[in-house]
T-cell receptor
């Protein structure tokens, strides 16, 4: 069965303290891996799509990487406004559905 | 509008009542998805439309859930004879192309509370 697991469940960082969030997946035929940011009371906001192992994408303080078993979202020198829940989702061949992980709740303290 | 719009934002209903949730996708977006998100969880897939065709409804929890998109734009998710376990945030997302490995754009959801 296709599965997506995110860790840690929650993370507290001091402003400027870099860290990484993990998304591990067990799927057959990965067609794409997606990272989203979700603020309280809002819908997920698209950040990155990764399609193949070795691919990397960057946007401001965020960098996403992909291997054959997992993806990392690296946050460099985070700011309080980076506080949110970060969701990972995969799309696999032979299906129409995205499978989401449960997310990592990030809190960045000033 | 510029984004996906969902209405109402909040809905309170008594157990046993029927509810209808509306989604206005981004204009021209071919694909439309409905998700259910429980507190502290990631979104769970309910159903997928490509234009007006419902291509996958495997995530609908029971036959009390019904979705339609009759003209290939606005979609409605209907829940009949609501139960307490239906309480959740219902998210709608759309994407431009019929290719499913493209990013989805989400609305802010309808928070449904069943009393």
């Amino acid at each position: 069965e296709d599965q997506v697991t995110q860790s840690p469940e929650a993370l507290r960082l001091q402003e400027g303290e870099s860290s990484s969030l993990n998304c591990s997946y067990t799927v057959s035929g990965l067609r794409g891996l997606f990272w989203y940011r979700q603020d309280p009371g809002k819908g997920p906001e698209f950040l990155f799509t990764l399609y193949s192992a070795g691919e990397e994408k960057e946007k401001e303080r965020l960098k996403a990487t992909l291997t054959k078993k997992e993806s990392f979202l690296h946050i460099t020198a985070p700011k309080p406004e980076d506080s949110a829940t970060y969701l990972c989702a995969v799309f696999t061949s032979g299906t129409y559905k995205y499978i989401f992980g449960t997310g990592t709740r990030l809190k960045v303290l000033a | 509008g510029a984004g996906v719009s969902q209405s109402p934002r909040y809905k309170v209903a008594k157990r046993g009542q029927d509810v209808a949730l509306r989604c206005d996708p981004i204009s021209g977006h071919v694909s439309l998805f409905w998700y259910q998100q429980a507190l502290g969880q990631g979104p769970e897939f309910l159903t997928y439309f490509q234009n007006e065709a419902q291509l996958d409804k495997s995530g609908l929890p029971s036959d009390r859930f019904f979705a339609e998109r009759p003209e290939g734009s606005v979609s409605t998710l209907k829940i009949q004879r609501t139960q307490q376990e239906d309480s959740a945030v219902y998210l709608c997302a759309s994407s431009l192309l019929g290719q499913l490995n493209q990013p989805q754009h989400f609305g802010d959801g309808t928070r449904l509370s069943i009393l």
